[in-house]
């Protein structure tokens, strides 16, 4: 298994274009979460996935849409970059069993907006 | 909302000593995760605690959650600079089926030889 797989790895944009970044997971998990990263604040919630087809916000929804048509991938699109979403983006899939759940990470795509 | 913090924010140890980090939760915890990160390098997951008291250990590093689940502790005995990184507290909300999810602020943990 590849685990949770992220594209780029690395990324600059000028204020004001748009991208996708791209996430997949090989592991049949129902739910998918993106999060950014950010000096001294930890991991903030973006979006999440509880199945195809399901999506809804987190902490930071702001200026970032999420789409679920398959299983396997959570593509994370930002609409019109601004230097504030200059980040680490980290995608995780996860699976529960009874009351808990154990999250798998992607290695992070490295965002600069100028 | 719920908040995680963490202390000490950075931690520079000698290679054998032991050392602890903290996690406090303004709110009761449903589950408390410990991740570490590499520069770089996406989460790792350590271990996780649910019930008051619990304790759980893996190799040399021992994590435990106190009775009323809103503090949790991190300790590595003998510490190697393989145990270098960045420690990661995380909360389940409990709503949501779990997929709320905050995360502390990390502790930096360097280990010199």
């Known amino acids: 298994n590849a685990g949770v797989t992220q594209t780029p790895k690395f990324q600059v944009l000028k204020t004001g274009q748009s991208m996708t970044l791209q996430c997949a997971q090989d592991m049949n998990h129902e739910y998918m979460s993106w999060y950014r990263q950010d000096p001294g604040m930890g991991l903030r919630l973006i979006h999440y996935s509880v199945g195809a087809g399901i999506t809804d916000q987190g902490e930071v929804p702001n200026g970032y849409n999420v789409s679920r048509s398959t299983t396997e991938d959570f593509p994370l699109r930002l609409l019109s970059a601004a230097p504030s979403q200059t980040s680490v983006y980290f995608c995780?899939?996860?699976?529960?069993?009874?009351?808990?759940?154990?999250?798998?990470f992607g290695p992070g795509t490295r965002l600069t907006v100028t | 909302s719920q908040e995680l913090e963490q202390s000490p924010q950075s931690l520079i140890v000698q290679e054998g000593k032991n050392l602890t980090i903290n996690c406090t939760s303004s709110k009761t915890l449903y589950g408390l995760y410990w991740y570490k990160q590499k520069y770089g390098e996406g989460l790792i997951f350590l271990m996780m605690l649910q019930k008051g008291g619990e304790e759980k250990s893996h190799e040399k590093i021992t994590a435990k959650l106190d009775e009323k689940k809103q503090q949790s502790s991190l300790h590595i005995t003998a510490s190697q600079p393989s145990h270098a990184g960045i420690y990661l507290c995380g909360a389940d909300k409990g709503d949501n089926y779990g997929q709320n999810f905050v995360f502390g602020p990390g502790t930096r943990l360097s280990v010199l030889p």
């Open positions: 995780a899939s996860s699976y529960s069993y009874g009351s808990t759940y154990e999250q798998y």
